[in-house]
Structures are given as structure tokens and as C-alpha cells.
């Protein structure tokens, strides 16, 4: 089933307040890869270092 927020393209774009948009990994599909990570290996977690830019 595809994603309900990016459509299964694991993408989404936001728009911003100054008219730009701002293009980023969907928080959705990353959150889906991580339980499935964690599934695999429940001795570590699972941080995408496209996250881990946004922090």
C-alpha cells in the first residue's frame, strides 16, 4: 500500500512561508524503515543521517 503522505515516493515537498519549497525525506516512510529495522535488530536503533541533519 502506498504511502498516504508522499505517495510511495519516499519524498515530500513543503512549502515554505517566502514562496520556496523545501524538499525532504518523508517522516512517515523513514518511521515505517525503522520498525522494520528494529525488528531485524533490537540491540540498536535505527537514525537515518538524513534525520539526524535536521536535528
Known amino acids: 500500500m502506498a504511502c ?3 505517495g510511495g ?10 514562496g520556496r519549497e523545501l524538499e ?5 516512510c523513514l518511521d515505517r ?7 531485524e535488530d533490537e540491540e540498536g536503533v535505527f537514525v537515518p543521517w538524513e534525520v539526524l541533519d535536521l536535528i
Open 33 to 39: 524503515e525503522a520498525e522494520d529495522f528494529e525488528e
Open 4 to 6: 498516504p503522505m508522499c
Open 24 to 28: 525532504t525525506y518523508c517522516l512517515e
Open 9 to 18: 515516493t519516499g519524498r515530500i515537498v513543503i512549502p515554505l512561508p517566502d
